[in-house]
């Protein structure tokens, strides 16, 4: 069976000023010199994904956005849509981070209206899911990954623009990543739901993306994982040395 190209995705979250266009250059050149052995994507915030798309045109780094609103245009101050971010340079979006999730209260509902908004759009998604940490001490992970991957994926998603992220609420940030054996049993339960859903042939080749805590250290042992087939990284990635070195795994 085929395996999908590994994806190392950098979240700048909240961070970057217009100087990062330098860093995506120097990002760019470096892959130039020493192609990496997976593809390449960096989402800043909205404000840079203009200015880094054009600085890292023509080259294999891939720019994306980190949310849309749902609706591709309207009365909705403040929100930006996903044929806005097309229009800006971004080749990917991430929807249903849990740091949306948390503290905009978006549900799988939502996440579904936005993952189908960035299609339309002709863009690929990154979907996250991930369960907190009460969730995991109860044993209750596969279940809410799940019930994630079932409300959050839209019935007409096109499974060849579909990336999905796992990432472990409890993980994010923390310097705390779940062992490889419990990592190769959620993403091997993740692979078994995308194949019971869209059949052997596309749902091996979705790629499922671990984040939460990847770093220099410990990356090779979770890229090695089974079903693992990139990285999300947020802290790392805003570090050229961690990230280069984490792009390095494979
Ligand atoms: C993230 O927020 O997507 C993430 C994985 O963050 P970090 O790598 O900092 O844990």
Redesign the pocket.
């Known amino acids: 069976m085929r395996a999908p190209k590994p994806l190392a995705a950098g979240?700048w979250?909240m961070n970057g000023l217009k100087a990062s266009s330098s860093e995506i250059a120097d990002l760019a050149a470096r892959l130039k010199a020493a192609p990496a052995g997976c593809d390449v994507l960096i989402c800043p915030p909205f404000t840079l994904v203009a200015s880094l798309a054009d600085a890292a045109a023509g080259t294999s780094v891939a720019i994306g956005a980190q949310d849309c609103h749902a609706k591709a245009s309207g009365a909705h101050t403040g929100d930006v849509s996903a044929p806005m971010l097309a229009d800006s340079g971004a080749s990917f979006v991430?929807v249903g981070?849990?740091?949306r999730r948390a503290d905009h209260g978006e549900t799988d509902a939502d996440v579904a209206a936005k993952a189908a908004a960035v299609q339309a759009a002709g863009l690929p998604v990154i979907i996250?899911v991930g369960e907190t940490e009460a969730e995991r001490v109860a044993g209750r992970e596969v279940e809410i990954v799940s019930g994630q991957l079932a409300g959050s994926i839209p019935a007409d998603i096109d499974t060849d623009r579909l990336v999905i992220?796992y990432?472990p609420v409890w993980?994010?940030?923390?310097?705390r990543t779940p062992s490889a054996a419990d990592v190769e049993a959620i993403h091997g339960a993740i692979r078994e739901k995308l194949v019971a859903r869209f059949g052997a042939a596309a749902g091996s080749m979705i790629r499922i993306l671990y984040?939460?805590?990847?770093?220099p250290d410990n990356a090779k042992e979770l890229m090695s994982v089974a079903n693992v087939n990139g990285?999300?990284?947020?802290?790392?990635?805003l570090k050229a040395a961690d990230f280069d070195a984490i792009i390095g795994a494979w």
Request: charged share 15%.
């Open positions: 979240n979250k991430i981070h849990s740091e996250c992220a990432e993980a994010i940030g923390t310097g984040g939460g805590s990847v770093k990285a999300l990284v947020g802290g790392a990635s």
